[in-house]
């Protein structure tokens, strides 16, 4: 096996060029894997899961979400109606800022925990047991609930800021780590 010294990635003997990042290998010694690739189960090195597969997870989860949130929601149009920020129209009754706030709070924190429990759980959430991807830690093992939370709440708030770079940065990077796996120390792999 040969290490890119750019990625990290390990790639068999008998390629020329990083198949993560596109570096050029030739000048790189064949060494063997590290231990914890065959602990982990994964063979000799981790097949990383790139931007689309993760996208299609997402999109996924937002269906799972959606269903999940569906009581809420019409808790709420029940409850009001629909929402009149600032005097700007509606058809129904008006529901007070105040309360619209509590609605996106108790959505978001039924996201937060949606994401956080299963990833700490069970390394992978709905969408990413159907499209057949986890996440993992960089050492290949299971993720630890603290882990988990860092990941999927302060480190999707940073991907999710300069307009969903963060996200974007899964297609372009060599291990495949958006910036929340950065943050995180985690992989997103096949498996």
């Known amino acids: 096996m040969k290490a890119c ?7 068999p003997e008998e390629y020329n060029f990083c198949s993560g990042c596109g570096h050029r290998l030739a000048d790189v010694t064949p060494q063997a894997p590290p231990f914890f690739a065959y602990q982990a189960g994964v063979g000799a090195y981790p097949r990383y899961a790139g931007f689309w ?4 997870a997402a999109f996924i989860d937002g269906l799972v979400l959606s269903v999940i949130v569906l009581p809420l929601n019409l808790v709420f149009w029940a409850v009001g109606g629909n929402v009149n920020f600032l005097g700007i129209g509606g ?4 529901v007070s800022l105040g309360l619209s706030f509590l ?11 949606y994401y956080t429990y299963l990833t700490g759980r069970y390394g992978s959430t709905l969408g990413k047991k159907l499209v057949g991807i986890r996440v993992v830690g960089e050492d290949l093992q299971p993720l630890s609930f603290a882990t988990a939370a860092l990941r999927e709440i302060p480190g999707k708030l940073i991907s999710g800021m300069v ?3 963060g996200y974007a940065w899964a297609g372009f990077d060599g291990r495949k780590q958006a910036w929340h796996d950065k943050l995180a120390g985690t992989l997103v792999v096949y498996g």
């Not at 597969?53 to 299609?56: C, E, L, P, Q, Y």
């Not at 609605?103 to 925990?113: D, E, M, P, S, V």
């Open 53 to 56: 597969i993760r996208f299609a």
């Open 5 to 11: 010294p750019r990625c990290g990635l390990l790639n």
């Open 91 to 94: 058809l129904g009754g008006e």
């Open 103 to 113: 609605f996106n709070l108790i959505r978001t924190l039924i996201t937060w925990a």
């Open 163 to 165: 307009f969903m770079l």
